[in-house]
């Protein structure tokens, strides 16, 4: 028996969606770049006009690292990011760290791979590097490596919204990393593998694991579920959507800002804490009426299957459900590419678990796209009773690296 | 292109073993009560003469938690038992954990799922439950549950050892519930319902998410790499090492204390921080001197193979090799079956990842065997510069649960 027996029924009455996927189960797709489809050995190719991660489908582990840049001196940062670059395209590839590898030696050198990696497949990963405002300009106003001219005006800091409850030593940073693999141990030795590379110059500000993403990036994957219960990703901003739709709402176009960020993105992450307990004690009307969902099925409040139209019309959706208030056309069009991931940190001290989402948002303007929905979100969301957002980040990802020789950062430094 | 090109090179210059095994790949094994060989969609029986999730294979995801009982009420207490059990027997074949499910309403009661593993298969889902020393009589020395007789002297508090650095709130508790699956969100979805249904009478202590198995408890299972890159669990104690040596090693014999008890085994948990920027500068030839082993291959220093016997006899070995330290041979023939998984929690907010290993162990009598062998390595130990144990914990298991009409904890409360 192979199959999960989990009863899934539409509230409105009707049997519904056999999604039987497991998360950790091979998926067909193709990306915006046309890939090859990858599957959950496979490796992601390094190389393209846009860095991977963010329109290939996400898969299932994340492991996310904030960095502190430690030196004042520009030519070792530069020197790292093109280490990072030539260890990043081995490692997506499925190969160590460094050409010596995990067990080359005996020597007195440490080996330039730390080896819990060895014989594990690529799985699917995919390293995405950003940087953070104070990277061009400290908080204190120094311009430390001669960037501050060039800073994009999309890297302005988030406003303070209401509600929020963030905790600076767990938000921010210079340079963020992003590793996406179907295998935990590959993801993780990624970034450690950065950290090892970049000793002496960054120091890890704040990391992040994730599982069992909550939006998906591709009209392929099955919608998978966040901690609430409910199917994340239903309406996300997806690969399919074409080229038209990416433009202008995903990559950032010749004249948006600086020329280097052409190509390139904006993340915000926000680690977001669910008070599950309390959801749990909620009946599933009440968690219907405040999504704006059906849970079973992911159908809108009145819909039989996940991809109807919400009908935003009518009465049957709250004035305040989630999803209207997030809705592309209560926010003049407005869309993101979600590829948030659940999160569990252990507990809180209070016996509680200290779980939720870690939500990511690729965009092409966080403040005309995220910050407005955000607004929105925290002056009316119902759901804020149940969540809280303890960290922030906004980060510029640049466009992708082109080939051998380009490094990660290049447009910016170069 | 799926496999690794990792180079997986032995230092003695043999060209080894290509093991491609992603960790998340289906795996054929038999276990020692002869079940069926779980695949990583498929369910584990729940029942039987031992709890599942010790001999069974382990699958690559964790989620640990401990557990304080707050009620002082002895009825509300067995009826959780009671009720966890259904739950678990439930969740463990791939269902939700109440017969009504994540879905039925709407109605003004929460659901009885949570709803977030909707879809997902059992996923090889165990569930194993353990008693710790405060649920018989509290560190105050009050006995809540009138079970202070019932105390087993292998519940005695594991000694104080040299270099224990051990943080009391992520330590010990009244009850550990250790979920394994193939399925992050399978384990925490479980932990989370077992919480929801606990409600009023026990908190979450502490709770802890860990990935890619440490130790292969099972023949059949190529052998992990933990969080120094070196192959964990090729000497562990394993289900084909027969009924002969599990009796011996691993499960409570008749006589050995109070009947309840018989047929179960005693688990100590360890989180046992690594430091791992500190080991990633040291060179090959130190890391493999200080385990006893070749990091590529896992043999023992000096030989080709994984499985090759440690000649202890010879000088090649260091005096103080983990190896050697924890031999059973060292230790009047004493082992363990480990079954340990790697973690990262973040960062320190020192620049460092918060990363290690949660040691886990079963044995038939943790002061006979984990006890001499962790006096020993804390002592000689060379490893000790790299890490250091944050927690600790100390747990009774009792034997399966026998079928529809039994549940956790019936013998001792019985
Ligand atoms: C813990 C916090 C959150 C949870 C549990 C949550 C959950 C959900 C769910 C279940 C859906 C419906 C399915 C779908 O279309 O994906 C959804 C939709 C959406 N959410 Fe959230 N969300 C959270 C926070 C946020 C935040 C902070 C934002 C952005 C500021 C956001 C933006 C959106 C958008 C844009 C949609 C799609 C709306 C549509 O076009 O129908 N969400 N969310
Ligand atoms: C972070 C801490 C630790 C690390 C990284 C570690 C790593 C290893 C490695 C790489 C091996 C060799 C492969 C194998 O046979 O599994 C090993 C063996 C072993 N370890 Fe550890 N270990 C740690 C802590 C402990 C502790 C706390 C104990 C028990 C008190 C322990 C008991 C053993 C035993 C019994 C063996 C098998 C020895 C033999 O029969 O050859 N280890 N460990």
Redesign the interface.
Known sequence: ???????????AGIGA????????GALALSDDSAEAAP?????VAFHGEHQAGIVTPAPDRL?F?SF?V?TKNRADLVDMLKAWTKAARRMT????AGPL???????????D???????????GLTLTIGFGATLFRTAEGTDRFGLADKKPAGLADLPHFPRDDIDA??SGGDICVQACS????VA?HA??NL??IG?GVV???????G??RTSSTSTAQ?T???????KDGTRNMKAEDGPKVLKEQLWVQPGDGPDWMTGGSYLVTRKIRNH??IW??????EQ?QIIGR???TGAPIGEAKEFDEPKLGEKKIADDAHIRLAHPSTHGGAHLLRRGY?F????D?????N?GLFFMAYQRDAHKQFVPIQRMLAQKDPLNEYIKHTSSGLFAIPAGVRDDNDYWGSALFG
Chains 1, 2 share one sequence.
Not at 17 to 24: E, P, Q
Not at 224 to 230: D, K, S, V, Y
Not at 349 to 353: A, K, S, V
């Open positions: 028996m192979s199959v999960s027996r989990r009863k899934v029924l539409g509230a969606a056999g999604v039987a996927a497991i998360s950790v599957s959950v050995t496979q490796p492991h690292a502190d430690i590839a499925g190969q160590d590898g995990a067990v080359a030696g005996p020597g007195a050198a440490p080996p791979d730390t080896g819990e990696a060895i014989g594990l497949p690529a799985a030593a767990i179907y295998d935990p141990q993780v970034i450690r950290v090892r000793f120091t890890v500000r704040w990391s992040q694991l599982y069992g099955a998978p579920r966040n901690m609430l219960g409910f599950i307990e749990d004690r909620t009946s599933l009307d219907e059906h849970k079973g659940n569990v940190d252990g507990s001290g209070l016996g509680r678990l779980a």
